[in-house]
């Protein structure tokens, strides 16, 4: 399937219906804490956070961060690499980890891993979407929007070869590869 015409698989109004959710869930949460530092992992999350921490009530702190997998020629080994790191400092602050999707679980539990050596008051979770049929690690989604299947997915954020981000909903693409 050509990427100009992916399936649609979540509406712009489905998403931000589940993104009011969670902004309620989290700020309910969060409510007596103080400042919460949310971290996006870029480049696919940028557009969940940014409509998420609009619908927050509580006072927030916004940080990106960047990974890459490591690959042996094309194929990904599961380990990860930090690209870019936040500017702040987490220390005694509580961090919610922003990411669009969940697959492997390997980005996740090393982003969740490295940021607790920094000493922070607490690390969450929050994904829109995750693959649980994907996972091969573990990794707890403390907030998450949408689970579903093993399809490749573009749009609000997410990319197939940096094709796809500006879609307003979210579709299924076949990748050439697959
Ligand atoms: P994981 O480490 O396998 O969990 O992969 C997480 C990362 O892979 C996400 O942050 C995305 O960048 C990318 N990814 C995985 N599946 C998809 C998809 O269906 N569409 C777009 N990006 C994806």
């Known amino acids: 399937m050509a990427i100009d015409t992916p399936k649609v698989?979540?509406?712009?109004?489905?998403?931000?219906?589940?993104?009011?959710e969670l902004a309620v869930?989290?700020?309910?949460?969060?409510?007596e804490k103080g400042e919460i530092v949310l971290?996006?992992?870029?480049?696919?999350?940028?557009?969940?956070?940014?409509?998420l921490s609009r619908r927050l009530?509580?006072?927030?702190?916004?940080?990106?961060i960047a990974v890459a997998s490591y690959e042996h020629g094309s194929v990904p080994?599961?380990?990860?690499?930090l690209v870019m790191d936040v500017r702040a400092s987490i220390e005694d602050k509580h961090v919610l980890i922003v990411e669009d999707i969940v697959d492997t679980g390997h980005t996740l539990h090393y982003l969740i891993d490295m940021?607790?050596?920094?000493?922070?008051?607490?690390?969450?979770?929050?994904?829109?979407?995750?693959k649980e049929h994907?996972?091969?690690?573990?990794v707890n989604v403390d907030y998450l929007g949408f689970s579903i299947g093993?399809?490749?997915?573009?749009?609000?954020?997410?990319d197939y070869a940096e094709q796809g981000r500006s879609f307003p909903y979210i579709g299924s693409v076949q990748p050439d590869d697959q």
Not at 25 to 31: F, G, L, N, Q
């Open 9 to 20: 698989m979540l509406s712009e109004e489905q998403i931000l219906q589940r993104v009011d």
């Open 25 to 31: 869930e989290i700020s309910k949460d969060y409510a």
């Open 39 to 51: 971290v996006g992992v870029l480049k696919g999350a940028f557009i969940f956070l940014a409509d």
């Open 57 to 64: 009530t509580i006072p927030r702190h916004i940080e990106f």
């Open 77 to 81: 080994t599961g380990a990860v690499r």
């Open 115 to 130: 940021l607790k050596t920094r000493n922070p008051a607490s690390v969450r979770t929050c994904a829109l979407l995750h």
């Open 134 to 138: 994907n996972t091969d690690v573990e």
């Open 150 to 158: 093993d399809e490749w997915v573009v749009g609000y954020g997410l």
